[in-house]
């Protein structure tokens, strides 16, 4: 039997009980949220200033800073462009195993690229690239981990992207990765490593800003409480309480926050993401977001938090491009909107374990008979795999 | 190099029993088979298997499904589904004989032909000499057929097959091949006359 249900039963209405507590709970905290952010966004201009002195002083944050636009208004889904080109990638990975017989590291990174307005299927593109041996271990000789390889996979993802736009492209040509744009939120990396690749985007970005390409991370059902951790600076410094981080366990999400306040179709007003760490360095990408309705019904929100570069923040008809383009192509998948192309970039992308398998095959058929590599998997993972 | 070598292939088996098999093919390849159509799968012995198109399946998958109850697709991600995507459209093919050593037989092949074999569509020529030599003992696999329009086939192989003869000259075969399809259902009058219907309504076009 692989799960005692009868324990699992005995505290699942305990569970039960206690995840509806939470969520009441959660309610009742954006309930007294939405009085407080009505108060913080009468006076932008003074958030604003609020959220700069907080930067100054607090060592550690991630919140919501206003732009430009009233930090409570929403804004109506803008018509498509009848032509333009959507470029879309994901990835994913395998990663190194010491319990396998070989422990290798792969990236496997799908790219679409839709050209809107010819009638033709898109162009499709399947990247595996195999991690060099010494790629597949840390500075302190360990493995490498999930987050290790994501990160190569994420700047693989975004440097492919850049090698796909050709100049026959039709513009405006906008790219989508799915999740984050910054890849500060790898908490795991840090030090050299985690400044070198931000770096990389951060050059990326600019590129792409001189070439006039647009990018942007789409994030499903997203959790962060960016919003949240903005009223609590505007709590501490009206009422005059000195500057702290909060850790509260509740924390009532953007997207809890905002979903009766935007309509489907709808985006919620532009917000730079203020993340600071203590080994930030000045080379790094500036994120700005909005959240989008992807729903096509009032009675179920669904908000999606789009992330774009600062400098497509600044440029309205840029933002609404991205809103309609991201909108329309969530609504082709209607009953779960997702972007069509996003999904299909992963459909190309996703590496299954008898595909794993098979590399490992291909691989130890490379090796001479005489190699001291065992090619044996631990005893562990062999019985593992007993039926 | 003979005509069959040069042909180029609609499919490739996907499964395969002695009475019938099952190709597939990208739905860019589709113009090709048609319903009723002869064609053949040559085994590594050089044997040729015979069979005619029963069923073109276009299958489907979740994605397809999620698709389908959309709103509004965009031509470009139908195109992504039909030519990108790896589904595979099916062709049934029932198989009605084979040669060996260059001689056709009507009779089912010993052995079944094997998945990755590629399939090609018979060229005239091709049904002419197959269609005319038994006194069209083949139809008897078509008459066995269960739970399929086995009408429409035959009006769809006949058409086919009355183009080809007639192509060569020979306006004798769709008068023969009917009255072997007369003695064969003799002792079937209600499928005898539905045949009779569906062949009268060919002769009109």
Same mark, same amino acid.
């Given at each position: ?387 | ?105 009507? @009779? #089912?092949?010993?052995? &079944?032909?094997?998945? *990755?074999?590629?399939? /090609?569509?018979?060229?005239? $020529? ?17 008459? @066995? #057929?269960?739970?399929? &329009?086995?009408?429409? *086939?035959?009006?769809? /192989?006949?058409?086919?097959? $009355? ?43």
């Amino acid at each position: 039997m692989p799960i005692n249900y009868a324990s699992v039963e005995a505290n699942a209405g305990r569970y039960a009980q206690q995840a509806q507590n939470w969520l009441l709970e959660s309610r009742k905290t954006a309930s007294q949220l939405e009085q407080l952010f009505c108060q913080a966004c009468s006076d932008p201009q003074r958030l604003r200033q609020m959220i700069d002195l907080a930067q100054e002083s607090l060592p550690k944050l991630y919140l919501a800073k206003p732009l430009q636009e009233d930090p409570l208004a929403s804004f109506s889904l803008p018509a498509l462009p009848a032509n333009y080109t959507l470029l879309t990638a994901d990835g994913s990975q395998i990663v190194p195993s010491r319990h396998r017989a070989l422990q290798f590291g792969l990236i496997n990174i799908g790219i679409l690229t839709v050209r809107f307005g010819s009638g033709q299927p898109p162009a499709i593109k399947l990247i595996s690239e195999l991690l060099d041996h010494v790629e597949t271990f840390r500075d302190d000789g360990s493995l490498i981990g999930d987050d290790d390889i994501a990160l190569v996979r994420d700047l693989r993802e975004r440097s492919l992207i850049r090698e796909g736009i050709s100049p026959d492209l039709p513009r405006p040509v906008l790219t989508i990765t799915d999740g984050p744009l910054d890849i500060f939120y790898r908490s795991d990396i840090q030090g050299k490593k985690a400044q070198t690749a931000q770096k990389e985007v951060y050059q990326l970005d600019q590129q792409l800003e001189q070439e006039g390409i647009l990018s942007a991370g789409y994030i499903d059902k997203p959790g962060s409480a960016m919003l949240h951790n903005m009223l609590d600076v505007f709590n501490q410094v009206q009422g005059n309480v000195p500057l702290q981080q909060k850790s509260k366990k509740i924390r009532v999400s953007d997207r809890l926050l905002l979903a009766d306040r935007i309509a489907p179709g709808d985006r919620s007003a532009l917000f730079e993401i203020i993340s600071k760490r203590r080994e930030d360095t000045g080379n790094r990408l500036r994120v700005a977001f909005f959240y989008l309705n992807v729903s096509s019904t009032r009675a179920h929100p669904w908000l999606a938090r789009v992330e774009i570069p600062y400098w497509i923040s600044q440029q309205p008809d840029l933002v609404a491009l991205i809103h309609a383009v991201l909108y329309n192509d969530a609504q082709v998948l209607d009953s779960h909107p997702y972007p069509y192309s996003l999904h299909r970039a992963h459909e190309l992308a996703v590496v299954k374990q008898a595909e794993y398998e098979e590399i490992e095959n291909l691989l130890l058929s490379k090796l001479s008979e005489d190699s001291n590599i065992t090619g044996y998997r631990s005893n562990k993972d062999y019985l593992k795999g007993l039926k | 190099m003979s005509e069959t070598q040069k042909s180029i292939p609609i499919g490739k088996l996907l499964r395969a029993e002695n009475g019938s098999f099952v190709a597939g093919c990208r739905v860019r390849e589709l113009d090709t088979p048609a319903l009723g159509a002869l064609v053949k799968v040559k085994l590594e012995d050089q044997s040729e298997i015979y069979g005619l198109i029963t069923n073109i399946l276009i299958n489907d998958d979740s994605l397809v499904r999620q698709l389908v109850s959309g709103v509004s697709i965009p031509t470009e991600y139908t195109a992504d589904n039909r030519y990108n995507r790896n589904l595979p459209v099916e062709i049934h093919v029932l198989t009605v004989g084979y040669a060996q050593n260059g001689q056709i037989s009507h @009779r #089912l092949p010993p052995r &079944p032909p094997l998945s *990755l074999d590629e399939l /090609h569509l018979c060229d005239e $020529k091709e049904v002419r000499c197959f269609t005319s030599l038994n006194d069209q003992a083949y139809l008897r696999h078509i008459l @066995r #057929l269960l739970d399929q &329009p086995v009408e429409e *086939l035959l009006a769809a /192989h006949f058409s086919q097959a $009355k183009k080809a003869h007639e192509t060569g000259d020979d306006t004798t075969w769709y008068e023969q091949a009917c009255q072997k399809l007369i003695t064969l259902l003799r002792d079937d009058y209600q499928r005898l006359t539905n045949v009779l219907d569906v062949l009268t309504e060919l002769e009109r076009e």
